[in-house]
């Protein structure tokens, strides 16, 4: 006759401790994948999104210590309502005003890791265009999320915002602003249709000369604005050129950012040797725009809009 199995006997102990043994494996799996979907107090809920850039990156739900490594993507941020979350920003970041007051952790370039870990961000927000791959893979080494983007054009950088917008889990924010921006850009596209369209070379920097190429966002910020970039076909997006290519362009505008720095100033653009055989500066015909244009960022549009009224006072001056 089979006996039945007892929990008395020396096999019934075995097999109830095997029960239990599975039962704790069980529970202790489930316990890993719940925690993981809904967090901890010590770990936030995660998810993953892919950035800019192609890559998978796990993100926290909803970033609360966000560190911006841009100006640029300071402006994003702040753009779509999350400024509130940001605890460390890139040097020369002063817009909006509020960005003035975050804590710095030094240039776009070389940043301190050390001063990025001791903010403890969440999260850091980074672009190709201006970071270095090697401050980002530092930093995601530390086991700190980066998301990163890489904006070209005007339409890049509307791109980029949706881009944050995901990063952050502000998509619905982030799709109101680049509507707004396009909104912008679209009605200064219907006050200069059919605009004579002045010829204009963007100087970056006069020695040695640095101006704006294909893909730039400057180059298309200045067309928006109803001219044309005399520059428009370079291959770079911030070439080099010698003061005579300059001169064979012959263009009748010259576009200053006005930064402060006295080599880029009208007046010293006038006594410059060499310069004078210039159209634009023979002419006189100097357009001058505020930093907003120096960042690829949602600024670039407040920028558009002041360079339109300058090539076009005819127009935007009623």
């Not at 102990?13 to 095997?18: A, I, K």
């Amino acid at each position: 006759m089979t006996r039945a199995l007892s929990s008395r006997g020396p096999g019934g102990r075995w097999s109830l401790m095997l029960l239990v043994a599975i039962g704790l494996l069980l529970y202790l799996s489930l316990s890993r994948t719940v925690m993981s979907a809904v967090g901890s107090p010590d770990r936030p809920m995660m998810r993953m999104v892919t950035d800019g850039v192609g890559r998978q990156v796990e993100v926290p739900d909803s970033p609360r210590r966000i560190i911006t490594l841009t100006p640029s993507l300071a402006e994003m941020t702040y753009s779509i309502g999350a400024g509130d979350a940001i605890v460390g920003v890139t040097d020369n970041t002063d817009y909006p005003d509020a960005a003035r007051t975050k804590p710095r952790v030094g240039g776009i370039v070389d940043p301190s890791i050390e001063r990025i870990v001791s903010l403890h961000p969440d999260l850091v927000l980074a672009t190709l265009e201006s970071n270095h791959p090697t401050t980002i893979d530092a930093i995601q080494r530390l086991g700190i999320p980066v998301f990163a983007i890489r904006p070209q054009g005007l339409e890049g950088i509307l791109q980029g915002i949706e881009q944050v917008g995901s990063a952050l889990n502000r998509v619905a924010q982030a799709h109101a602003e680049v509507g707004r921006l396009r909104a912008r850009q679209e009605a200064v596209g219907r006050r200069v249709a059919g605009l004579p369209k002045p010829r204009a070379f963007v100087l970056i920097w006069p020695d040695p000369v640095m101006t704006v190429g294909h893909h730039a966002f400057i180059t298309e910020a200045i067309e928006a604005a109803g001219a044309v970039c005399v520059t428009r076909d370079l291959p770079q997006e911030w070439p080099r050129l010698s003061l005579e290519e300059v001169v064979r362009l012959a263009p009748d505008t010259l576009v200053l950012i006005a930064n402060g720095h006295p080599t880029l100033q009208t007046e010293t653009m006038k006594s410059r040797p060499g310069w004078d055989r210039v159209p634009a500066v023979v002419a006189g015909r100097f357009v001058e725009v505020d930093a907003r244009l120096q960042h690829s960022s949602p600024a670039v549009f407040d920028a558009v809009e002041q360079l339109a009224a300058l090539f076009h006072p005819e127009v935007f001056q009623k």
